[in-house]
T-cell receptor, first 113, second 116 residues
């Protein structure tokens, strides 16, 4: 049972570089989201999608882009990495938006130098 | 300003002790979830409470949703080293309708360490 798969698990970037964090789910969930986790801050919502072709901003969207061309995939793009984006990123999916159980990936640890 | 305030942020106790983690807000939530996260993994749902005053038990864990649906608590009886982890509460607030979607807001988390 794969659930939610995130790649890569670890990445080091230099300031100004761009990259994409991949997220795929095999549970046919309509809803997907990206969170970042920083010490003492809990999880903060970056972007979310309520279905293929539909995305919206969360609490902390600046510096990130998303798209949802298929139900399964929800990549997160960092356009020009900054040290403030050093964090652990989690992708999640659920079948009922904001009330259903969130299924998380294992996380992607990003360091921006 | 954190919408959901968890306390304490850190808890270090001996095996067999009891503990309570609190999750407080000035806002009303439709429901509240508790997650547990281990190092290197994503959070995993423990419970969802939806009714004011609701109490749910999961073995040694007792979850309560406040009558006004603004706060919640997690009580662990006779803690064990296997309970060690980060505990997160998350509150659900509905959107205003139309294209305004509801949001799930997380507290800062409580790091629990249970020593053998």
């Amino acid at each position: 049972n794969a659930g939610v798969t995130q790649t890569p698990k670890f990445q080091v970037l230099k300031t100004g570089q761009s990259m994409t964090l991949q997220c795929a789910q095999d549970m046919n969930h309509e809803y997907m989201s990206w969170y970042r986790q920083d010490p003492g801050m809990g999880l903060r919502l970056i972007h979310y999608s309520v279905g293929a072709g539909i995305t919206d901003q969360g609490e902390v969207p600046n510096g990130y882009n998303v798209s949802r061309s298929t139900t399964e995939d929800f990549p997160l793009r960092l356009l020009s990495a900054a040290p403030s984006q050093t964090s652990v990123y989690f992708c999640a999916s659920n079948d009922r938006w904001w009330t259903g159980e969130l299924f998380f990936g294992e996380g992607s640890r990003l360091t921006v130098l | 300003t954190q919408l959901l305030e968890q306390s304490p942020q850190f808890l270090s106790i001996q095996e067999g002790e009891n503990l309570t983690v609190y999750c407080n807000s000035s806002s009303v939530f439709s429901s509240l979830q508790w997650y547990r996260q281990e190092p290197g993994e994503g959070p995993v749902l423990l419970v969802t409470v939806v009714t004011g005053g609701e109490v749910k038990k999961l073995k040694r864990l007792t979850f309560q949703f406040g009558d006004a649906r603004k706060d919640s608590s997690l009580h662990i009886t006779a803690a064990q080293p296997g309970d060690t982890g980060l505990y997160l509460c998350a509150g659900a607030r509905p959107g205003a309708g139309g294209t305004s979607y509801g949001k799930l807001t997380f507290g800062q988390g409580t790091i629990l360490t249970v020593h053998p």
